[in-house]
T-cell receptor
Framework: SQQGEEDPQALSIQEGENATMNCSYK?????LQWYRQNSGRGLVHLIL?????REKHSGRLRVTLDTSKKSSSLLITASRAADTASYFC??????????FGKGTTLSVSS | NAGVTQTPKFQVLKTGQSMTLQCAQD?????MYWYRQDPGMGLRLIYY???????DKGEVPNGYNVSRLNKREFSLRLESAAPSQTSVYFC???????????FGNGTRLTVT
């Protein structure tokens, strides 16, 4: 069974708008990671947030983590056409490897 | 730097045939992983190797075997391919089990 579930499944926005994706998970975690996948390629790591952190920034990316609600969000500000991709959250818990959600497909049109 | 290299990139098998997917990393990482990706299912973990000499089952290990040949290489074997194993297979590595993963570009496998 998959640990993380992203919402929405698909998101379409215009260039310059912000994109927000959410991830919910079921059990306690050590950290939560977000990855991007461009069509036909492998996944690329974006950001890791540990269970004792609440917010993290990297360039135009902002990730929040609410362990009480078992949820995380990824905000991409001022989206560009090049941000078009699928985005996955992945949870790390003791005793196993990263478990990925099903992803959110983001389409940014110019 | 090459990072994580997977071979082959594409493969077509008939039901019942066997094959081995190869993966090698040049980042001196301790941990390596095999995932499969199917439409609408995201990535599912098949097997992983937390360190050289160890392997563990993931979410969907049935029908697969793995070998951690050395620190660099982690292979995935399908002994008797089935159409349900049609998928894109990704190999990944990480410095430690709890650090970010680096992915290869995948092997697209079709079983007819």
């Amino acid at each position: 069974s998959q640990q993380g579930e992203e919402d929405p499944q698909a998101l379409s926005i215009q260039e310059g708008e912000n994109a927000t994706m959410n991830c919910s998970y079921k059990t306690s975690i050590n950290n939560l990671q977000w990855y991007r996948q461009n069509s036909g390629r492998g996944l690329v790591h974006l950001i890791l947030i540990r269970s004792n952190e609440r917010e993290k920034h990297s360039g135009r990316l902002r990730v929040t983590l609410d362990t009480s609600k078992k949820s995380s969000s990824l905000l991409i500000t001022a989206s560009r056409a090049a941000d078009t991709a699928s985005y996955f959250c992945a949870t790390d818990k003791s005793g196993t490897a990263l478990i990925f959600g099903k992803g959110t497909t983001l389409s940014v049109s110019s | 730097n090459a990072g994580v290299t997977q071979t082959p990139k594409f493969q077509v098998l008939k039901t019942g045939q066997s094959m081995t997917l190869q993966c090698a990393q040049d980042m001196n990482h301790n941990s390596m992983y095999w995932y499969r990706q199917d439409p609408g299912m995201g990535l599912r973990l098949i097997y992983y190797s937390a360190s050289e000499g160890t392997t563990d089952k993931g979410e969907v290990p049935n029908g697969y075997n793995v070998s951690r040949l050395n620190k660099r290489e982690f292979s995935l074997r399908l002994e008797s391919a089935a159409p349900s194993q049609t998928s894109v297979y990704f190999c990944a590595s990480s410095a430690r089990r709890d650090t970010p993963l680096h992915f290869g570009n995948g092997t697209r496998l079709t079983v007819t």
